[in-house]
């Protein structure tokens, strides 16, 4: 979780433009996918990324309201979390993630089982 946190706090703060932008909502769908791995451990993978995906979604509606930039006037870290303005284009990048974060994640799990099958049978 930590190489995540740093990736996108890296895309935050080092990188600029539209290329920072998207990247960094990749990386935030990434991370609540994991969060959302932790948290419900038990839940399916796809599960997951869709509530990961939701989150997101509803995280960047807020951002509609005046909410988040109020938090963000008294607590200025929170807009590391809920930001502050809405972009359409995040939406998409949301989607991106989490499709990157299940797909990454089944892959890891496939090759887990397979060499745990493998050793099982030596």
């Known amino acids: 979780m930590l190489p995540v ?9 080092l990188g600029s433009g539209l290329a920072a932008d998207l990247s960094g909502g990749v990386i935030y ?3 609540i996918y994991v969060l959302a791995t ?3 451990p038990r839940a399916g993978q796809a599960a997951n990324a869709v ?6 979604v509803l995280i960047e509606l807020l951002q509609l309201t005046a909410f988040p930039t109020s938090l963000a006037a008294v607590f200025p870290p ?9 972009v359409p284009l995040d939406l998409l990048a949301y989607a991106i993630g989490s499709a990157l974060a299940l797909g990454l994640d089944l892959l890891a799990g ?5 060499r745990r099958a493998r050793t099982a049978t030596d």
């Open 5 to 13: 946190i740093a990736l996108g706090l890296g895309a935050r703060f």
């Open 29 to 31: 769908a990434v991370l």
């Open 38 to 40: 932790l948290l419900r």
């Open 51 to 56: 509530a990961a995906l939701v989150f997101c």
């Open 78 to 86: 929170v807009r590391l979390v809920l930001g502050t303005t809405f």
């Open 110 to 114: 496939g090759l887990l089982r397979a």
